[in-house]
Every structure is written in structure tokens, then in C-alpha cells.
């Protein structure tokens, strides 16, 4: 992610921080949120369910990422619409909230906010392009690979079958990726 632009550190600054446990919800898959929040510390998963309410890993975020779930926006479209959309703590975490339309309010007063912003926005369609591409073109091997390498703190704080189930495949085969790979 770009670095925050000095305007947005000095709001976060000022607004008090909301710590989260481990398992605790930053938003609730089947509610329609009005803010984001600014993960200061911890590690956070992003999840949708299926129609039978399994749960389904989309992205681990780590210090100095934005969380964002399903939200209201201008006029108060929602990102996401109907779908569930869920964001948990996997390990002690503090964030700040900010809200859509503050956060809207920024980007049309500050230009270097609303170039960051910007910004953000094309990294993240990246990452999501990244990662489609990454589940059609690379192994799951290969992605545990990357995926450790990104997050090492994963394999101290997350289950396993929270693991496997980001990289789309059973806890079976990932341990017998693990096991390929020495256990790492």
C-alpha cells in the first residue's frame, strides 16, 4: 500500500483506538456497515459465506492496512450488495474507525488524500486481479509459498484450515504440501 498521506495520519491521530480479540468481528458478514477501519496492529481475515454459511478466506491484512466490509457509501450504495461480507481478528488488534462519508469529505478537500486514495484503490483491484489469476494459473504450493512469505505470522496465529481455506483447497492437501516443503 502507499505510504499515508501526512493529513491522514494526523486524523487517525486523533481519533481514540478500538482493540479487537482474537475471533472478534470488525464486521459483521451479514450487516451493511457506514465506516472502514485503519488496522494500526494485529492481523485480520476477510471473509464471505456461502449460501450454507461456510466461511470463505478472501484476505489477511496486517498493520497499516484498511478493512473495509460490506459498506454504505454515497448515496448509500453498498459495496458488495446483498452478499456477506466479514472481517475477524486473528490475533490482538487495534484499528481506528473512520467513516465513508469523512473519509469521501477528505478526498474532496485534499488532493494528495484523494491521489492516495486513488491509489489504493488500483493496488487493491490488483491484488484482487492478482489473486483470481494466481487461483487459475499458479499451484496451491505455489501460493502457500507466497503466502508465508507475505505473512510468516500465519503459521503462529491462524489454523491451518483457515490457511487451506484461502488457498482453495482441503486441510488434507495442504498438509501434504507442508510436509513437502519441510513443515514451513
Same mark, same amino acid.
Request: glycine fraction near 6%; charge should be neutral.
Given at each position: @500500500?502507499?505510504? #499515508?498521506?501526512?493529513?491522514?495520519?494526523?486524523?487517525?491521530?486523533?481519533?481514540?483506538?478500538?482493540?479487537?480479540?482474537?475471533?472478534?468481528?470488525?464486521?459483521?458478514?451479514? /450487516?451493511?456497515?457506514?465506516?472502514?477501519?485503519?488496522?494500526?496492529?494485529?492481523?485480520?481475515?476477510?471473509?464471505?459465506?456461502?449460501?450454507?454459511?461456510?466461511?470463505?478466506?478472501?484476505?489477511?491484512?496486517?498493520?497499516?492496512?484498511?478493512?473495509?466490509?460490506?459498506?454504505?457509501?454515497?448515496?448509500?450504495?453498498?459495496?458488495?450488495?446483498?452478499?456477506?461480507?466479514? /472481517?475477524?481478528?486473528?490475533?490482538?488488534?487495534?484499528?481506528?474507525?473512520?467513516?465513508?462519508?469523512?473519509?469521501?469529505?477528505?478526498?474532496?478537500?485534499?488532493?494528495?488524500?484523494?491521489?492516495?486514495?486513488?491509489?489504493? #484503490? @488500483?493496488?487493491?483491484?490488483?491484488?484482487?486481479?492478482? +489473486?483470481?489469476?494466481?487461483?487459475?494459473?499458479?499451484?496451491?504450493?505455489?501460493?502457500?509459498?507466497?503466502?508465508?512469505?507475505?505473512?510468516?505470522?500465519?503459521?503462529?496465529?491462524?489454523?491451518?484450515?483457515?490457511?487451506?481455506?484461502?488457498?482453495?483447497?482441503?486441510?488434507?492437501?495442504?498438509?501434504?504440501? +507442508?510436509?513437502? #516443503?519441510?513443515?514451513?
Amino acid at each position: @500500500m502507499p505510504a #499515508l498521506p501526512k493529513s491522514i495520519e494526523q486524523q487517525l491521530a486523533t481519533r481514540p483506538v478500538e482493540t479487537f480479540a482474537p475471533g472478534e468481528l470488525l464486521f459483521a458478514p451479514d /450487516a451493511v456497515a457506514t465506516h472502514v477501519w485503519f488496522l494500526r496492529r494485529g492481523l485480520v481475515r476477510v471473509f464471505t459465506l456461502d449460501a450454507a454459511g461456510n466461511e470463505f478466506n478472501h484476505d489477511f491484512l496486517g498493520d497499516g492496512e484498511w478493512v473495509v466490509g460490506r459498506v454504505a457509501w454515497r448515496a448509500l450504495d453498498v459495496c458488495c450488495a446483498e452478499r456477506a461480507l466479514g /472481517a475477524a481478528a486473528l490475533r490482538p488488534s487495534a484499528a481506528v474507525r473512520v467513516g465513508i462519508a469523512e473519509l469521501d469529505d477528505w478526498r474532496g478537500r485534499d488532493p494528495e488524500i484523494a491521489a492516495y486514495l486513488v491509489d489504493t #484503490l @488500483m493496488q487493491l483491484t490488483a491484488a484482487r486481479y492478482g +489473486r483470481e489469476a494466481d487461483l487459475a494459473q499458479r499451484s496451491a504450493e505455489q501460493r502457500y509459498v507466497e503466502l508465508i512469505g507475505r505473512h510468516p505470522e500465519l503459521l503462529n496465529t491462524v489454523p491451518l484450515r483457515e490457511i487451506a481455506a484461502w488457498l482453495a483447497i482441503t486441510p488434507v492437501a495442504l498438509s501434504r504440501i +507442508r510436509r513437502r #516443503l519441510g513443515a514451513r
